[in-house]
Every structure is written in C-alpha cells, then in structure tokens.
C-alpha cells in the first residue's frame, strides 16, 4: 500500500489550498482515511478523519468550519480543502489510512499505513 500526498505550499494568511492523497492497491473503500499535521518542535496531530463511504466526517477542534475533508472512492483519493489558513496551520500534513475503524479515528496509532507527507507553509 503506498500513499502520496500532494498539493502542498506557500500560501498567505486567509488563503486556501487542497491536498490530495491518492492510494494504491484495491479495496480503497474498505479504508477509513485521516489527515494528521506535524509542525517543527511539536507532536504529530490530528486533522481530519472521513468514513469509508465518505458520508461521516470529523475534525480537530482548530479546524472546524475551515477543513473540508472529502474522498473520492473512484479515483482512490482523500482530499482536505483547507480554507482561512492561518500561519499556526503550518506544518508537513500527512494522510493516513485503516481498515479497523469505519471512521478514521483521532489517534494516530490506529492508523496502519501513511504517506510521506506535504509542507504546508502559510505566510503572516
């Protein structure tokens, strides 16, 4: 299983970016699917998570109202639509898929496969 993330960069405060993460092999709809960031100096955290059929969706309080969490099953691809960002949104985002929970969970432990992740920078 390989997972690829892209469309991250440089963006200004209040600008908007949206991630991809596509994953290879079958069964992609059998994954629940999450988004994590990691900022310099500090602990991996949770974003976003997104059920498997796409219909259930959760969010880190930070982000609530701004993330947009989508998939689609047909192309193998999760998306994070990341609007109003704010330079404490910088960070290396990274997906992460599991077929244990339905939905993806907030603990990074329960994820069994990730990508290599994408630098998000958003300037003041």
């Known amino acids: 299983v390989q997972l690829v993330e892209s469309g991250g960069g440089l963006v200004q405060a209040g600008g908007s970016l949206k991630l991809s993460c596509t994953i290879s092999?079958?069964?992609?709809?059998?994954?629940?699917m999450g988004w994590f960031r990691q900022a310099p100096g500090k602990e991996r955290e949770f974003v976003a998570g997104?059920?498997?059929?796409?219909?259930?969706?959760r969010y880190a309080d930070s982000v609530k109202g701004r993330f947009t969490v989508s998939r689609d099953n047909a192309e193998n691809t999760v998306y994070l639509q990341m609007n109003s960002l704010k330079p404490e949104d910088t960070a290396v985002y990274y997906c992460?898929?599991?077929?244990?929970?339905?939905?993806?969970?907030?603990?990074?432990?329960?994820?069994?496969?990730w990508g290599q992740g994408t630098q998000v920078t958003v300037s003041s």
């Open positions: 092999g079958n069964f992609f709809s059998l994954n629940a």
């Open positions: 997104i059920s498997r059929s796409g219909s259930r969706t």
């Open positions: 992460a898929e599991t077929r244990t929970y339905e939905l993806g969970p907030a603990l990074s432990d329960e994820y069994n496969y």
